[in-house]
């Protein structure tokens, strides 16, 4: 889900035009909203339908960020890392739901660096350093994934540490 919230903090940084958080978008609805995959499925595909609720692109990047920060990070501090993962030697990493990913962190971290300042032209000051605390809580926890010559790639469901050095992952 933060897809979204990075091109468009992308967008805002190299062009400048912070007009675009104000364009109307319609949600979409699914029978199976964020829904995990069934045991052993590796791809999900489904046909999402326009609704006749929208709001603006800036709520609907906040609504990706929260989701990730309230209700999909792991005991780690760091964004759960789910099924269908772009790189298919890690899909099954967070199959049970408790893996968590280091990269999805440092993107994470990465869009609410580029972020928070928009956040609180929007939304105040009080509600930018909420996610200031967030962006340092996040930089904690990818700090402590730190191995002496390298951060780990994510931590399994079980909580092995996958990418220890001569691990072969």
Known sequence: PLWLAWGTAEYVRATGDHTILDEMAAYLISEFPFA????????????????????????????????????????NGLPLMGVGDWND?????????HGESV????????????????????EGETKKAYYVQKMEAL??????????????RAFHDDGTEIG???SGV
């Open 89 to 97: 030697g890690l899909d099954e990493i967070g199959s049970e739901g």
């Open 36 to 75: 995990p995959l069934p045991k052993n499925k590796q791809g999900w595909g489904h046909l999402y339908h326009r609704t006749t609720r929208a709001d603006t692109l800036y709520k609907h990047c906040m609504k990706s960020i929260d989701l990730v920060i309230k209700q999909r990070t792991g005991k």
């Open 139 to 152: 930089k904690v926890a990818l700090e402590k994934t730190w191995r002496g010559d390298r951060y780990l």
């Open 103 to 122: 990269w999805l962190g440092f993107f994470l971290y990465y869009i609410l660096k580029e972020m928070v300042d928009i956040i609180g032209q929007k």
């Open 164 to 166: 220890v050095k001569g």
